[in-house]
């Protein structure tokens, strides 16, 4: 056994010649070993068996760590975000099993693609994200720090950011072994600088993860870091403080565990759904499924139409006193089969030919890895957005909650008739409201009621509507097509969740049919009336004229 926090630790028992690890007990054939363990460490344990012959067997092996006790404040939920998905230029991210609902051509690196893929981040309940650092993809990089900002300038909420630094961070493996020199501690140590160069040309600190007032770093496997010196950590802390004024706190691979870490996570270090890391974070696996035959067969873990993220979830909230950092693995590692983005909703089993597909004409090894295996996506493209939102909301101790601000509607309606009506509502909980995670305005009075044409009222596609912002709901109803009085009331909810908030209050609506119209009454008899008046007229011209004739003839006279 190894301990991979402290490698200076030795059990009293070591009896194997030369052992330089933690514990090793040979020559036996069957033993139960009790061991001293500490918390915050992280151990490695592994068992050679040997026959009579001397003929070793395969070993067994795992790493488990034994949580510490000090929280660390705000709780985290995030997926490790992978940044090289541009032109086609590289085969390994061009093939997975699980291929995105818009297409793979729709993956291309832009703002706007960046700015589709962090709303649906936020759909899923993540709070921030670990944001991967490849070497090269500096322009796309660039798009994704300038998706977050344009979301920011909307007055929308984005995800934070976790800076993760791993192998492709470098640009080549062979400088990377060189730890112990002036040299190359500099040329590591550049690395990180023209990351946070950009960075900060485009955001500002209070955009990164702390934890315990730390700016969380994540550092993986690195070719040397076996061999890093004692003080590599302390040389990079001090350069970030004097260059960009903060400390990291540094959540890295067991292989950097010798050196004092802050915490060691097992981020892409096996293919178990669920595994704790030193101090107080988890790593959760959504599935696994590379299509390219250099993994082999162990590479592999049932997606199970969601039942496996599901249960590495109920493992998440079931010890939950014990974690202050999910790690999801992940959201787009495409080409390893462990996204969690929009997917089609596929199922494949072995010589189904999906290798055939436009989408997967390329194979890091070839042949291509034969389908040997069956599993699913499950119903639904958003299923894995749905299952995480559900359950990182109760992580984080989110809480749904509304209130009632306005609304305007007409008290008295024509059956059958159409009316605009007015509802506004503030969102009043910690969560945030988007028509992806099911959020709607319910009737009520009774619940669920239709006697206004309809039930639910949406929100409009991409919304998003973060806590403490109002909404105002503008639709049209029908009135009930009989007469009558009706309650008109309504409530927020989230489909699958449940109801909650104020409901608006009940008004009450009397729907009558209008008055009839009378029949109009007989009329005059126009033609008679006319032909008196013009009776009338004529005699008074008659009349006229035999004055002014009667007075000429009297001027004769």
Not at 233 to 240: C, G, K, M, P, S
Not at 256 to 264: F, H, L, T, Y
Request: aromatic share 14%.
């Amino acid at each position: 056994m190894r301990d991979e926090t402290d490698g200076t630790l030795r059990d009293s028992r070591n009896n194997c010649p030369g052992a330089t690890i933690y514990l090793c007990v040979d020559g036996w054939a069957s033993t139960t070993i009790t061991i001293s363990v500490s918390a915050g460490h992280s151990y490695a344990w592994w068992v050679h068996a040997t026959d009579g012959s001397g003929v070793s067997g395969d070993p067994a092996s795992s790493w488990f760590s034994v949580q510490g006790t000090q929280t660390a404040g705000p709780r985290w939920v995030g997926p490790v975000v992978f940044n090289w998905f541009g032109p086609k230029t590289t085969p390994g991210q061009w093939q997975s099993p699980w291929l995105p609902l818009e297409g793979r051509d729709a993956w291309d690196g832009s703002v706007a693609f960046w700015r589709k893929q962090e709303r649906d981040m936020i759909d899923a309940g993540f709070n921030f994200i670990i944001f991967q650092i490849p070497h090269g993809w500096e322009w796309e990089m660039r798009n994704h720090l300038l998706a977050n900002r344009a979301l920011l300038a909307e007055g929308q909420w984005a995800p934070m950011i976790a800076p993760n630094f791993e192998a492709a961070s470098w640009p080549c493996y062979e400088c990377l072994k060189d730890f112990q020199t002036p040299w190359g501690k500099d040329a590591a140590y550049q690395i990180f600088k023209e990351w946070f160069d950009l960075y900060f040309s485009i955001l500002d600190e209070d955009r990164l993860v702390r934890v315990l007032g730390k700016v969380l770093l994540i550092l993986w496997y690195v070719p040397g870091c076996e061999s890093a010196p004692g003080d590599f950590l302390t040389y990079i802390n001090d350069r970030l403080q004097a260059d960009f004024g903060f400390t990291p706190y540094w959540s890295t691979h067991a292989c950097w565990a010798p050196i004092g870490p802050d915490e060691v996570h097992y981020l892409f270090n096996g293919y178990d759904r669920f595994q704790y890391g030193s101090r107080r974070n988890v790593d959760l696996l959504v599935g696994a499924w590379p299509p390219n035959a250099g993994y082999g067969v162990s590479s592999f873990l049932a997606r199970d139409g969601g039942r496996t993220f599901e249960a590495a979830w109920s493992d998440v909230l079931a010890s939950e006193d014990l974690v202050d950092r999910v790690y999801v693995e992940s959201w787009n590692e495409y080409s390893e089969g462990s996204g969690m983005f929009e997917a089609r909703p596929e199922s494949h089993w072995p010589g189904d030919g999906h290798l055939t597909t436009d989408d997967l004409d390329l194979c890091w090894d070839a042949p291509c890895h034969p389908l040997e295996y069956t599993d699913t996506w499950g119903p639904d493209p958003r299923l894995y957005i749905r299952i995480n939102a559900l359950h990182a909301a109760h992580f984080l101790n989110r809480v749904n909650d509304a209130t009632f601000v306005a609304q305007e509607v007409s008290t008295t309606m024509e059956p059958g008739k159409a009316y605009d009506v007015s509802i506004t509502i503030r969102n009043n909980g910690t969560s945030t409201w988007s028509p992806t995670t099911f959020f709607r305005l319910g009737s009520q009075g009774p619940q669920d009621n239709m006697k206004w044409g309809l039930s639910r009222v949406e929100l409009d596609p991409g919304e998003l509507l973060a806590p403490g912002m109002s909404r105002e709901f503008r639709f049209s109803v029908l009135a009930p097509s009989i007469p009558g009085t009706y309650t008109f009331q309504w409530r927020m909810l989230q489909e699958e969740v449940g109801w909650f908030g104020e409901a608006t209050p009940d008004v009450t609506v009397s729907v009558e049919s209008p008055p009839p119209v009378p029949e109009p009454l007989p009329g005059p008899p126009w033609l008679l009336i006319i032909g008196v008046a013009a009776f009338s007229v004529a005699l008074v011209v008659l009349t006229v004229l035999y004055v002014k004739r009667r007075r000429r003839d009297a001027g004769r006279t």
